[in-house]
């Protein structure tokens, strides 16, 4: 093994692992700024100590153990050990916690971890960034562009959001009653956003990353358990497991991605599906009469005729475009429009999309975002326009992180006459 195997693997399995570190970090530290630390110290550890050793045979199981043995050396040098010991004690023994008092509590140490992170003491910008971080493992570069953000602006939220977590003493706990409600819709958008970070990863080397889409859609299922009534709950349960159906379709065998068009649908996960539909269906449901459906039941009713349509050309664009109209209404934003542009374009034509797309071509948060030029490209190739349509494919390889996306769209630059939807 080389001295670089080791450290990918590092890199390769602290990516996967980190939010169960910091997880179960926390719960003996009580701060989750402390665990983040400690979780990089175990990094470090393993930087110097796997080359040397070699990779352990359970790596994740080693870096948490070494996490939590720092942790516990911490607490034990606090001058109040003897409190802190008989608050944590059991974590310390790692004996399961004692049965939750509340009728709807959970024990579940990456629910408690979002529920910390998206607390309301801190604004809701900083919410979703010290999610993304803690649970979904992003990089602040990564995460300024899921946010569309200056990096430096989302460094700052994210250390003081740690710092004013510290301060205020907040318990490491899934709150109940008024408070979790309080709570719902920042966790809501912090597992939607990891989900699609291991739906299509912003950076390196590979499209997906399941581990994510994993931990978002159980702890998606575990909320839509626990709060049974709300309608979008079930209605970000139910996008999830819609996506989540597509995913071994997403990838070819040399994990090179294979767009919507090109996806083998006997492939898509009907199981999933089911799951996902008989989930939307709750969500109409629970919504109460005469109010609209929430923004991630919308997106799921989009997935949901993506899901029935048999062959791509049966995809009901009309209903699709729809929908987005109603989305663009009720949670307005540029990646939104961008989205409404291509159902559009699908549903009247690539003319009707392009002038959508052209009007977004100033918009400030959409100006390195890979993703517009990407868009554009392929209408401009529809067009029949492929001098233009190369010239905007290069642009957005330019622009991306992810090397397999890269990829796909300097083979579109070269063949942009080629249908790449």
């Known amino acids: 093994m080389t001295a670089a ?107 408690r971890l979002i529920f910390t992170a998206c607390h309301p003491v801190l604004s809701t910008e900083a919410r979703i960034a010290l999610t993304l971080r803690l649970l979904g493992g992003l990089t602040t570069e990564e995460i300024a562009r899921a946010f569309l953000a200056p990096e430096p602006t989302v460094a700052q939220r994210i250390v003081r959001a740690k710092r004013t977590l ?54 998606a ?23 989540a159906s597509r995913t071994v379709a997403r990838t070819g065998p040399d994990g ?29 449901a629970a919504t109460e009469e005469g109010a609209g459906l929430g923004p991630y039941t919308v997106q799921a009713a989009i997935a949901a005729c993506h899901a029935r349509a048999v062959t791509y050309q049966d995809t009901d664009w009309a209903v699709i475009a729809a929908l987005y109209d109603r989305l663009a209404a009720i949670a307005p934003s540029p990646v939104v429009e961008l989205n409404r542009a291509v159902a559009v374009s699908m549903a ?25 030029p990407s868009v554009r490209g392929d209408l401009l190739a529809r067009s029949g326009r492929t001098d233009e349509a190369r010239a905007e494919f290069l642009r957005a390889a330019g622009l991306t992180r992810n090397e397999r996306e890269r990829a796909m769209l300097l083979d579109r630059a070269e063949h942009p006459a080629r249908d790449g939807r």
């Open 5 to 111: 195997s080791p450290a990918a693997a590092v890199e390769a399995v602290f990516r996967i692992e980190s939010a169960r570190i910091i997880a179960g970090v926390t719960r003996i530290v009580r701060d989750v700024g402390i665990a983040e630390e400690l979780a990089q110290d175990a990094l470090v550890a393993a930087l110097e100590q796997w080359p040397e050793s070699g990779v352990p045979d359970r790596p994740g199981a080693w870096l948490m153990a070494t996490a939590r043995n720092r942790a516990i050396d911490l607490v034990r040098r606090k001058e109040t050990y003897a409190r802190k010991l008989a608050e944590v004690g059991r974590s310390l023994a790692d004996v399961p916690p004692p049965e939750p008092a509340e009728p709807d509590a959970i024990d579940d140490d990456l629910l």
């Open 166 to 219: 510290g301060r205020a003493g907040i318990l490491f706990e899934v709150p109940s009653g008024p408070e979790r409600a309080a709570r719902l819709g920042s966790v809501l958008e912090g597992i939607y956003l990891i989900f699609n970070e291991g739906y299509a990863a912003t950076a390196g080397d590979d499209w997906l990353r399941p581990a994510l889409c994993e931990d978002a859609l159980r702890l």
């Open 348 to 372: 009247r034509g690539p003319a009707a999309g392009l002038a959508l797309v052209d009007a977004l071509t100033g918009e400030p948060a959409l100006r390195d975002y890979h993703l517009l």
């Open 221 to 243: 299922r575990v909320l839509a358990g626990l709060m049974e009534r709300e309608p979008e709950v079930h209605g970000l349960a139910a996008l999830l497991e819609l996506q």
């Open 256 to 284: 090179a991605p294979v767009l919507l068009a090109d996806q083998d649908r006997a492939r898509w996960d009907r199981l999933l599906i089911r799951r996902g539909v008989a989930a939307l269906e709750r969500a109409v």
